[in-house]
């Protein structure tokens, strides 16, 4: 059986059968949520279930899995990954909205603690693809009407609080913006430099260069 059979097998499985009590054998507890599951499915597709439910811990006595320190709606992200091969489609269509890099960086988050490599390959994809965004805009002055920056740059943020290893490819992605735009919004200066009188924009980006270039003097200076 393909990998794509198997995922939706495992989908119709988990569909079908993950509210019933009797065709479940492991009770996944996350805050105010309890899922039936299977720990067939869990063990054999993700390697954090298996150290819980296959090693020396009380979750391989008991054969339930209490999550103390995740969001339900996230916990529910991670077994729908785990049964389907896919996130659920309301996270799914957040990855495709103005806000999209906050979502990518919380997934890389559940990635990493649940120890899902699929996934992370995934993130890193979506967000090198997602470049295309930036670089579709014609000029500076409409970048925040396709991307919100400030989650873009709270993202970047975020990545580099983490250590390296796991957070690297995800860093390299994000850190491909610059070299991407570079030369698309040069253009873009010059152009509006060369439209002086007939651009009331190109004030606020003249201002915006000087001040930087004299904020990174005085602290040279200091």
């Known amino acids: 059986m393909n990998s794509t059979a198997f995922y939706r097998s495992a989908e119709a499985l988990y569909l079908e059968r993950a509210v019933r009590r009797d065709m479940s054998d492991v009770k996944l507890t996350c805050g105010d949520m309890t899922w039936n599951v299977h720990k067939a499915i869990l063990c054999s597709r993700n ?3 298996h150290k819980a439910l296959m090693g020396n811990f009380a979750e391989a006595r008991t054969n339930e899995v209490i999550l103390h320190e995740t969001d339900p709606k996230d916990a529910y992200s991670v077994l729908h990954y785990i049964y389907t091969g896919k996130l659920p489609s309301d996270v799914r269509d957040s990855l495709r909205g103005r806000a999209y890099y906050a979502t990518a960086v919380k997934l890389y988050k559940l990635e990493d603690f649940f120890m899902i490599d699929s996934l992370r390959q995934e993130i890193v994809e979506l967000v090198e693809n997602n470049l295309h965004t930036f670089c579709d805009v014609p000029t500076i002055s409409e970048i925040d009407q396709a991307i919100d920056m400030d ?30 735009t570079v030369f698309q919004f040069a253009v873009d200066i010059l152009r509006r430099m060369g439209h002086r009188d007939s651009n009331p924009d190109v004030v606020q980006i003249d201002y915006t260069v000087r001040r930087t270039d004299e904020l990174c003097k005085s602290c040279m200076e200091d």
């Open 47 to 49: 390697v954090f279930f």
């Open 151 to 180: 989650d873009f740059f709270e993202a970047v943020f975020a990545t580099y609080q983490k250590p390296r290893g796991q957070w690297q490819p995800l860093r390299n992605a994000l850190a491909q913006l610059g070299p991407a």
